[in-house]
């Protein structure tokens, strides 16, 4: 769990307060509802409200705690919750309200300004106010000649006001080129718009010659294309797409569409092309882990498109990744049926569900996202996977069995994998011994493989030559796996060289302090050696760590005989010791 960040907000760097990352709850337990009834009439128990709210991911109801809090306040103190209103209001969502607070002139700092401008500038044209907008997004403000999303939308401002020839000058972004090839991909569209189709066109193939990353240049051009009755030229530039990125499923259903002759998709709207347009920076910024800017620029987006699927995924990534089920759910729930996005929102939903404690509301999604789509793969992954976590493991069984088929060296060996974790829980170690080789021989150098045989084996006493070597290959694979170091070091104890057991053990608890398991296998190792009060003192740890029935029985009956008597020392002989 992360601590709360100050919300302090710079168009480059924007550092939001109370974005924290804590599972949401009922607000009213925590802000002005429960303070005292005049406290909570003060200027400070509104911000404390409002800062709780924002802290539970609640960024609505935050803007309208801190707004009352500035109503309340003067000066230097009132100033401060203004930009609390703001920022919090742009961050849910409320453009509008955001556009109003946004500071102007000399308020605040520049990067403050800049975030301001863009604000209202997005604002302008979601209002049909073409020159207002492009007055603003140029103004020094907004710093349109260095900041990307700024000289993203000016053209779309121009489009708006009617200035066509405005709208497909040529853009230069100094110094980003992804940047570049947005400003370019979007002129290509403005060209169109200008009904400019030859240079539209040129524009589009210019950048599919460049490398095209994704098929997005493609994919316009082919739709421009349809639109223009050329829906054979269209198929063509999508199969020549897929066949640098075959797994683009808009690229798919475009030549799908195309080869079939159906009607071409509608040119977008200004709106709409300038909300993908701020797509861009926003995914730029979240491969940089600035992931409270990029959902600034998403929200931006929203405004001018609601329907934007792709923005709303990624609102809902970013919501998740700040454990704000709640919001994450809201977005996933927004993405449209029939959309290419629709079906990795259900996966996502589902497992917000699950995330958020409602099990069972998961397995029901999942059920029906597969109902939906009884041919989709991802759909029957993911509801294995959720019956996995849901400990219905024979549920899990039968549909990845449909996945795999009769042949599973002609399946996906993760499948296998996955089926093998089922039958082991399901008390069918034969069977899931059997999917285990299979596997190894599709992919015989996956650590993952090699701990869970090695150490199964290791666990139950049989083939421990073999066993040793395949979890001394997988630690050697991933050093740093505390998993896999425990499973080395349990071999050690199997075979009886308690030392070298301890010393290996001890070096798996360093990287998995929390795993209940791994700490029961030290304690046992130093029971071994005649460490009794450090086994003692693991095996207590092991029960604050939440093991599971069986093994908590274990531990306690240990706390109270120790464990039993050595056996004889194994007939290890030199073979084992070669083998490690």
């Not at 009922?26 to 802000?31: G, L, R, S, W, Y």
């Not at 454990?323 to 259900?346: I, K, N, Y």
């Not at 050093?479 to 199997?494: C, H, N, T, V």
């Amino acid at each position: 769990m992360r601590a709360p960040r100050l919300l302090i907000a710079g168009l480059g760097s924007l550092v939001l307060t109370g974005c924290a990352a804590v599972a949401p709850r009922p607000v009213a337990a925590v802000t002005a509802d429960a303070l005292d009834r005049d406290y909570a009439a003060t200027a400070y128990g509104q911000f404390l409200a409002g800062q709780a709210a924002v802290n539970h991911g609640e960024t609505a109801l935050a803007a309208g705690y801190f707004s009352k809090a500035a109503g309340l306040e003067d000066g230097a103190d009132r100033a401060l919750l203004v930009t609390r209103t703001f920022t919090s209001a742009l961050l849910s969502g409320d453009i509008p309200r955001a556009a109003a607070l946004a500071p102007t002139g000399s308020d605040g700092d520049a990067g403050l300004r800049r975030l301001g401008a863009l604000v209202r500038g997005v604002e302008a044209l979601a209002t049909g106010k073409g020159k207002l907008a492009r007055v603003i997004l140029t103004s020094p403000d907004a710093s349109a000649s260095t900041e990307l999303a700024a000289a993203l939308l000016v053209p779309f401002a121009a489009a708006t006001a009617g200035d066509a020839d405005a709208s497909i000058a040529s853009s230069t972004i100094k110094g980003q080129p992804i940047g570049q090839f947005f400003a370019a991909l979007d002129q290509g569209k403005l060209f169109e718009r200008a009904r400019r189709y030859d240079e539209a066109e040129t524009a589009f193939r210019a950048l599919i010659g460049k490398g095209d990353p994704g098929g997005i240049a493609s994919l316009n051009l082919g739709q421009m294309l349809e639109r223009r009755g050329r829906a054979d030229d269209a198929a063509a530039i999508y199969a020549s797409a897929l066949a640098r990125k075959s797994d683009s499923p808009d690229l798919e259903a475009a030549r799908a569409r195309a080869r079939a002759h159906r009607p071409a998709p509608p040119l977008p709207s200004i709106r709409e092309s300038a909300a993908i347009a701020l797509v861009a920076p926003a995914t730029a910024l979240l491969a940089e882990k600035q992931e409270e800017v990029a959902l600034a620029y998403l929200r931006l987006a929203l405004r001018l498109d609601p329907t934007l699927d792709e923005a709303w995924m990624l609102v809902g990534d970013i919501l998740t990744t700040n454990l704000d089920e709640s919001g994450a759910r809201d977005a996933f729930a927004r993405v449209r049926p029939g959309s290419s996005q629709f079906l990795g929102a259900r996966t996502r939903l589902a497992w917000s569900y699950q995330n958020g404690g409602d099990k069972a509301q998961a397995l029901v999604i999942a059920r029906e996202t597969l109902a939906r789509f009884p041919d989709a793969r991802e759909a029957r992954i993911d509801l294995a996977d959720l019956l996995r976590v849901n400990e219905q493991f024979p549920e899990s069984i039968k549909v990845l069995d449909d996945l795999i088929g009769p042949q599973p060296q002609a399946s996906d060996w993760r499948l296998i994998y996955m089926r093998a974790v089922d039958e082991a829980q399901s008390e069918r170690w034969p069977d899931a011994e059997r999917d285990l080789l299979a596997a190894l021989v599709l992919r015989p150098d996956e650590p993952e493989l090699l701990n869970f045989l090695g150490y199964s084996w290791i666990d139950r006493g049989v083939r421990l030559p073999e066993a040793m070597a395949m979890v001394q290959k997988a630690v050697t694979l991933q050093p740093q796996s505390g998993a896999m170091i425990d499973s080395l070091g349990w071999g050690y104890f199997r075979i009886g060289d308690y030392p070298a057991a301890v010393q290996k053990l001890e070096a798996a608890v360093a990287l998995e302090p929390g795993d209940p398991d791994v700490n029961d296998h030290l304690g046992d190792a130093y029971w071994r050696v005649g460490r009794r009060v450090e086994a003692t003192f693991q095996w207590r740890r092991v029960l604050t760590l939440d093991p599971g029935p069986k093994l908590k029985a274990e531990v306690e009956a240990k706390l109270v005989s120790g464990l039993a008597p050595q056996p004889a020392a194994p007939a290890r002989g030199a073979a084992i010791v070669a083998a490690n």
